[in-house]
């Protein structure tokens, strides 16, 4: 872990934005080595990235471990000259945490520090590099809810209201004194909401995509009002780059699509979409399966971004407009109906059954 290589460890990179982060860095950035840390919970597919080592040889390698495994994080360290890390690895899903807290505990805050500490004394035999980075990717969640107006800035005052959103606060605030207390050149993002290829169908978008195709229930929360600020994934890697290879230690960014939706306007919009492309129509219309169910505890009614800071120091904005990138996700779904089915366990099954039966 010292001079620049251009090897840098991703975390949970078998995951929806791991994924695509790594698959586009690759691509974008020809002279960097990429090393995947993932436990491959059930929202970790190594599929997602099996073609790598021949599309890409030498420049990628897969450990298949935890962030929470000490001597497996010093063997990394040992192994690979790294320039820095990007923390994907984390519990995602707010409805999971609802119901079993305890592995976002463990994951996004206790992973964490197990990293920050490993991290940090790595980074501390080798010299301190100045070139070394420590990018944790959070959400914008951590600050709460907001009305009908304004907007998150990264001078928002958190207030996690749900107990995934707690255990990210809780890891940006120990990432944040890692770098005041021991110098670790740190840096925090806080993005909105994600959408593209490889997202795990627990999550609003792919879940609709797949049950519009299935013909299912679609199962809006409450009357569907409530508002996020949508990015497309390949956005949030782009702005990624730029924050690992621009930002500031110590500094916060946050990261948005300035593209506000309500929940019950991105269902209409998946089911017009795909009916045109299914050709259906009058009874036959998806709309008709819409279910309003019993809201999620707890239910935060908007987040919003505002990217001005990322925008004016680094010189990032999104590219891809909301119409499009959504068009072009469906159309990746319906090309990919044999990842759908690959990732689709008895497990998906079980959550799915959990979370909406008797709703
Ligand atoms: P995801 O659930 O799709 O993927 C998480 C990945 O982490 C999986 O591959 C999983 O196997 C891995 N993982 C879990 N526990 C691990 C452990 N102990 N050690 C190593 N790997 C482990 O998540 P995502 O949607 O890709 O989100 C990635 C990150 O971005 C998360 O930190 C999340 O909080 C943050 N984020 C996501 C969004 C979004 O819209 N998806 C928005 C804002 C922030
Ligand atoms: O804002 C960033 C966050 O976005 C990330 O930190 C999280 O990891 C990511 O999961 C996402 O959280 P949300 O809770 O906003 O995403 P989700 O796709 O679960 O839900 C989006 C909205 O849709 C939310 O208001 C709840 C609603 N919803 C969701 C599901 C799964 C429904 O109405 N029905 C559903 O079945």
Same mark, same amino acid.
């Given at each position: 872990m010292n001079a620049s290589t251009g090897t840098y460890l991703v975390t949970g990179g078998a995951g929806f934005i791991g994924t695509n982060f790594i698959r586009h860095t690759l691509k974008l950035r020809p002279q960097w080595r990429i090393v995947c840390l993932d436990a491959l919970t059930y929202a970790g597919n190594p599929g997602n990235l099996a073609d790598l080592t021949k599309l890409y040889p030498g420049?990628?390698?897969?450990?298949?471990?935890?962030?929470?495994?000490?001597?497996?994080?010093?063997?990394?360290?040992?192994?690979?000259?790294?320039?820095?890390?990007?923390?994907?690895?984390?519990?995602?899903?707010?409805?999971?945490?609802?119901?079993?807290?305890?592995?976002?505990?463990? *994951?996004?805050?206790? #992973? *964490?520090?197990?990293?920050?500490?490993?991290?940090?004394?790595?980074?501390?035999?080798?010299?301190?590099?100045?070139?070394?980075?420590?990018?944790?990717?959070? *959400?914008?969640?951590?600050?709460?809810?907001?009305?009908? *107006? #304004?907007?998150?800035?990264?001078?928002?005052?958190?207030?996690?209201?749900?107990?995934?959103?707690?255990?990210?606060?809780?890891?940006?605030?120990?990432?944040?004194a890692w770098h005041h207390t021991y110098g670790l050149p740190a840096i925090v993002t806080n993005c909105s909401n994600n959408y593209g290829p490889y997202q795990f169908p627990e999550k609003l978008?792919?879940?609709?995509?797949?049950?519009?195709?299935?013909?299912?229930?679609?199962?809006?929360?409450g009357d569907g009002a409530n508002i996020r600020d949508w990015l497309y994934v390949l956005d949030h890697c782009e702005a990624l780059l730029t924050v690992l290879e621009r930002g500031n230690p110590g500094e916060t960014y946050l990261i948005g699509g300035g593209a506000e939706k309500r929940n019950l306007e991105i269902v209409h919009l998946l089911c017009d979409?795909?009916?045109?492309?299914?050709?259906?129509?009058?009874?036959?219309?998806?709309? #008709?399966?819409?279910?309003?169910?019993?809201?999620?505890?707890?239910?935060?009614?908007?987040?919003?971004?505002d990217a001005t800071k990322i925008r004016n120091e680094l010189g990032w904005q999104p590219r891809f407009r909301f119409e499009g990138a959504i068009e072009d996700t469906v159309a990746w779904y319906l090309a990919h109906m044999d990842w759908v089915a690959s990732i689709r366990s008895g497990e998906y099954r079980q959550w799915i059954e959990t979370n909406y039966n008797n709703r």
């Open positions: 420049r990628y390698r897969f450990v298949h471990g935890s962030i929470l495994d000490e001597a497996l994080l010093r063997v990394i360290i040992d192994e690979e000259t790294l320039d820095g890390v990007i923390h994907f690895a984390a519990e995602s899903h707010v409805d999971r945490s609802i119901l079993a807290p305890q592995a976002f505990i463990e *994951t996004n805050v206790n #992973g *964490t520090c197990q990293l920050l500490k490993v991290f940090q004394s790595g980074w501390e035999q080798n010299g301190k590099p100045e070139n070394f980075r420590f990018v944790h990717v959070s *959400t914008d969640e951590v600050y709460g809810t907001l009305g009908d *107006t #304004g907007y998150f800035t990264e001078a928002s005052p958190y207030a996690p209201n749900s107990p995934y959103s707690a255990s990210k606060a809780a890891s940006d605030h120990f990432v944040r978008i792919p879940l609709m995509i797949l049950n519009i195709l299935e013909e299912r229930e679609l199962p809006v929360y979409l795909l009916d045109r492309l299914l050709t259906r129509s009058g009874a036959q219309g998806s709309r #008709g399966l819409i279910r309003f169910v019993t809201d999620r505890p707890g239910h935060d009614y908007r987040y919003a971004i």
